[in-house]
């Protein structure tokens, strides 16, 4: 009597195993994720705000470990005392993204529409005039937004905004115009003068969220944010900084992107046109798109057709 219930609970399971493996079944299913250019599954953004003259020194300190930032910039304050130069942003930023900061620095949830509206597309329209491309990625000043400012935002070319809200995690945001970043570079050490323990505290955090982000094997996105001028001219800080600098430096697994950048390329991904059988795949950008199917990596070229049936 054992011997049969066994013999029928395996013939049972035979039949559920095969059931579930059915291609006809399993095709609707299959899981599709995102992989970054390359294949690779971590991005890292490096996000700077305000244009202090010691910007010059965060972007000779990426130069040198091959990072890539992005800078948002406030327009009206450039040439003024301690703030970059109008005549030294296209050179100084080659190879990394200017961004808009607003005109002005306000709080933007105090302004009316009009006046949110004259800030943005005042600070990009500059920006733009000075660097010689679109310029289309923006950070909130001090953070400061509502659904009100992001209405205001909607529509003036503004792909993505960033927020100080960090997240402390690694998943791209659900609002591009609400992008919440992963953790202010060095945590919130040296907020406060003269307290070493806190310092070393915060600095341990945010060591535990960058090596957390080494080590995950998830799709991982870290957005590190800060200022240049928090360094001021503290060697400590500055150590610090390229510390962290050659900690995320030449990993092969990290696509280094601007904010921009990574943002056309998730929208390139998430304008893959799949058959219904998922056998075929178009992608109608103008970037090789990486991704998995099935356990699977496959990446198909700009315009083109590719046939991804196992
Ligand atoms: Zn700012």
Same mark, same amino acid.
């Given at each position: 009597m054992k011997i049969a219930v066994f013999a029928l609970a395996l013939l049972l399971s035979v039949f559920i195993t095969h059931a579930q493996t059915d291609p006809a079944i399993a095709k609707s299913g299959i899981p599709i994720e995102m992989l970054f250019p #390359? @294949? *690779?599954?971590k991005a890292l953004i490096l996000s700077y705000d305000d @244009?202090?003259?010691q910007d010059r020194q965060m972007v000779a300190l990426m130069n040198k470990y091959k990072l890539i930032g992005t800078f948002h910039l406030n327009s009206n304050k %450039? @040439?003024? #005392?301690?703030y970059l130069t109008k005549a030294e942003i296209k050179s100084l930023f080659a190879g990394h993204e200017v961004s808009v900061h !607003? =005109?002005?620095?306000?709080? %933007?949830?105090? %302004?009316?529409k009009i006046d949110v509206v004259y800030e943005v597309v005042e600070d990009r329209k500059e920006l733009e005039r000075l660097v010689e491309y679109p310029v289309r990625g923006m950070a909130y000043p001090f953070g400061n937004n509502n659904e009100a400012v992001v209405d205001a935002i909607? @529509? %003036? &070319?503004?792909e993505y905004a960033r927020t100080? /809200? /960090? !997240?402390?995690h690694f998943k791209i945001p659900e609002k591009f115009l609400q992008w919440?970043? !992963?953790?202010? #570079?060095? $945590? *919130? =050490?040296?907020?406060?003068? &003269? *307290?070493p323990d806190n310092d070393k505290k915060e600095l341990e955090r945010f060591y535990q969220v960058i090596d957390d982000f080494l080590s995950t094997k998830e799709l991982a996105v870290l957005d590190v944010w800060g200022h240049s001028w928090e360094m001021g001219d503290n060697t400590v800080k500055w150590d610090e900084t390229e510390k962290f600098f050659k900690r995320v $430096?030449?990993?092969?697994?990290i696509h280094y992107t601007s904010h921009i950048d990574l943002v056309d390329y998730i929208k390139a991904y998430r304008n893959l046109k799949f058959s219904v059988e998922k056998n075929i795949v178009y992608n109608p950008s103008s970037m090789t798109v990486f991704f998995k199917m099935a356990g699977k990596s496959y990446s198909v070229l700009p315009g083109k057709m590719m046939d991804v049936s196992n």
């Open positions: #390359q @294949g *690779k599954s @244009g202090p003259i %450039l @040439g003024t #005392q301690n !607003t =005109a002005n620095h306000p709080s %933007l949830s105090t %302004l009316s909607s @529509g %003036l &070319g503004i100080v /809200d /960090d !997240t402390y919440h970043p !992963t953790i202010h #570079q060095f $945590a *919130k =050490a040296y907020f406060v003068e &003269g *307290k $430096a030449n990993n092969p697994s």
